[in-house]
């Protein structure tokens, strides 16, 4: 695999021409599912695998579970600060920097609750939410990009997918 291969296992994130009831069906679909497959596919890992990184110079398996739940909380937020304030500007994180921080060694146990319960609020939003709401947005200051939440919500159920490849790419190699 190529480097590029190696970084984006299913090709970078592409912004959807258009969103239907479909698409938002199996993107909230996906997000829900998420954390079920995520706890399967590392269940059964020791240190030494949670420790290997996914690619040359990138992430540990666990550094990645960790990021996941930085994110995944985050965007959490963005969804709830564009449901409840007028033309939010969301705060951006570094997440290399977060990824070196002591709490990125815990065991992922942690992590994998936050992620459950990440998701099982990110769902009850989802299915409630109008059509009117899903074309709520907030502004991220680092692109000076209008975020839509469904076109957040295709990029975390994409987010998801993208870093469980890392995953299970990096465990084929054991």
Same mark, same amino acid.
């Given at each position: 695999?190529?480097?590029?291969?190696?970084?984006?296992?299913?090709?970078?994130?592409?912004?959807?021409?258009?969103?239907?009831?479909?698409?938002?069906?199996?993107?909230?679909?996906?997000?829900?599912?998420?954390?079920?497959?995520?706890?399967?596919?590392?269940?059964?890992?020791?240190?030494?695998?949670?420790?290997?990184?996914?690619?040359?110079?990138?992430?540990?398996?666990?550094?990645?579970?960790?990021?996941?739940?930085?994110?995944?909380?985050?965007?959490?937020?963005?969804? !709830?600060?564009? =449901?409840?304030?007028?033309?939010? &500007? $969301? *705060?951006?994180?570094?997440?290399?920097?977060?990824?070196?921080?002591?709490?990125?060694?815990?065991?992922?146990?942690?992590?994998?609750?936050?992620?459950?319960?990440?998701?099982?609020?990110?769902?009850?939003?989802?299915?409630?939410?109008?059509?009117?709401?899903?074309?709520?947005?907030?502004?991220?200051?680092?692109?000076?990009?209008?975020?839509?939440?469904?076109?957040?919500?295709?990029?975390?159920?994409?987010?998801? !997918?993208?870093? =469980?490849?890392?995953?299970?790419? &990096? $465990? *084929?190699?054991?």
């Amino acid at each position: 695999m190529t480097d590029e291969q190696l970084k984006y296992p299913i090709g970078k994130f592409t912004v959807p021409i258009s969103y239907t009831n479909d698409d938002i069906y199996q993107w909230v679909n996906e997000i829900k599912a998420f954390p079920g497959q995520l706890r399967q596919t590392i269940v059964n890992l020791n240190d030494k695998q949670l420790d290997t990184p996914y690619r040359p110079g990138g992430w540990t398996i666990r550094q990645v579970v960790h990021h996941v739940a930085d994110s995944h909380m985050n965007s959490l937020l963005r969804f !709830k600060w564009a =449901l409840t304030e007028e033309n939010t &500007t $969301i *705060k951006p994180y570094n997440e290399d920097n977060w990824a070196l921080l002591p709490d990125y060694r815990l065991p992922v146990e942690s992590s994998l609750k936050i992620i459950e319960g990440v998701h099982l609020h990110m769902v009850a939003l989802f299915e409630s939410f109008t059509e009117k709401e899903w074309d709520l947005s907030f502004m991220h200051p680092q692109t000076g990009a209008s975020v839509s939440l469904k076109r957040n919500l295709a990029l975390y159920a994409w987010h998801g !997918k993208h870093h =469980l490849a890392h995953i299970t790419n &990096t $465990i *084929k190699t054991f």
